[in-house]
């Protein structure tokens, strides 16, 4: 572990010591936590090789304690797809390594994995820090807006595969109503792995501001050095969030990333433009839309770039029903239609749920 972490962490552990947690009136209390995601799918892609499907798209357990009113802990289970293969390395006969392309991301179903588990310390009202396996704040302001998240991931999760959680600390600050920021110390790997063996880590900050009622902006940034050979560039991100919300009549946001060096590879850039919206229309029933545009640099000119067959765009609409709380039921469709010609238009139906506590 870097020592800028180790450091943030010790100092962490003292504040928590230091803290003044004695109150007759407290009792400490705790309550589980559990997220079910799930999907019906109707495949209406020409010459799809598949026409039904049936999946779980995300699966939490866990439990959260307040053991004072300034700390609290929380652990949660993730049943998702997180195993992932590492770096393939092949030689011929004469030592020589050979380029080899790993197209393998994940690996068995339902495979369960630690997701988050961190202590927090909330001395009062404007500042809040965590430590361990936490949430990171990248795209969790822009989930929360959209709302949807049962039916489809935001932008950043969905085609930068970026992880919700990882190994660290971060601090929230609120200023006032109108502005607050958050800074990150994390080992930028997600909380799938402890650390690398180059030991790198991520720095990420963002900043909140809500001028007025309804009206809410963020900024963020992170930044990963990268001391693998195989891998040196500096990995980027930069996204600008903007939403407003009428009371719960009607919302619309729209949301800008860009990220640098994907996967801290040289010169290979990945943007794009998410707008989404939904209107109430009775108790309980919400319509809802979204427009993703995903676009990717060319390389020396050349217009069939590094990501071509990837980049395209995303329509998302649909109607949205809960009929009790915790319980969300959606009929959705989703399609995507890629830059590249010869690729089909994707066509899906989708029967979308989710329960939680």
């Not at 929230?172 to 650390?195: K, P, V, W």
């Not at 309980?284 to 990717?296: H, K």
């Amino acid at each position: 572990m870097k020592p800028a972490l180790l450091a943030a962490l010790v100092f962490f552990s003292k504040c928590i010591a230091t803290a003044q947690t004695s109150d007759s009136t407290f009792k400490p209390n705790g309550k589980p936590i559990i997220q079910v995601f799930g999907n019906f799918d109707y495949n209406a892609t020409n010459n799809a090789k598949k026409t039904y499907g049936f999946w779980f798209g995300r699966a939490h357990f866990g439990y959260e304690y307040q053991f004072s009113k300034q700390i609290s802990g929380k652990i949660i289970i993730d049943a998702g797809r997180p195993t992932t293969v590492g770096q393939i390395e092949v030689e011929d006969t004469s030592g020589n390594s050979l380029d080899v392309t790993n197209k393998s991301k994940e690996g068995s179903y339902y495979t369960m994995t630690l997701k988050f588990a961190s202590i927090e310390w909330k001395p009062n009202s404007f500042v809040r820090i965590q430590a361990g396996g936490v949430l990171q704040n990248h795209y969790i302001t822009q989930e929360k807006f959209w709302g949807y998240r049962y039916v489809a991931p935001t932008f950043q999760d969905k085609y930068y595969g970026l992880p919700s959680g990882d190994l660290g600390i971060i601090g929230y600050f609120s200023l006032n109503e109108m502005l607050g920021f958050d800074i990150a110390l994390t080992n930028g790997e997600g909380f799938r792995f402890d650390q690398d063996e180059y030991g790198d880590v991520k720095i990420a900050g963002g900043i909140d501001f809500n001028p007025i009622k309804g009206l809410q902006t963020r900024f963020y940034t992170d930044y990963t050095k990268s001391d693998n050979p195989l891998k040196p560039a500096e990995q980027q991100l930069f996204s600008i969030f903007a939403g407003y919300k009428f009371d719960d009549k009607f919302r619309i946001g729209a949301e800008y990333n860009y990220r640098k060096n994907h996967l801290n590879i040289n010169k290979h850039n990945l943007y794009g433009l998410s707008v989404y919206g939904s209107v109430s229309v009775v108790r309980n029933v919400e319509l809802f839309g979204r427009f993703d545009q995903l676009q990717a640099n060319t390389i020396n000119g050349n217009a069939q770039s590094w990501y071509y067959s990837g980049i395209g765009n995303a329509y998302i609409a649909g109607i949205h029903y809960n009929p009790v709380k915790g319980v969300n039921i959606s009929l959705n469709y989703q399609g995507w239609k890629p830059k590249e010609s010869s690729i089909n238009f994707q066509n899906h139906l989708v029967l979308s749920f989710e329960y939680k506590l």
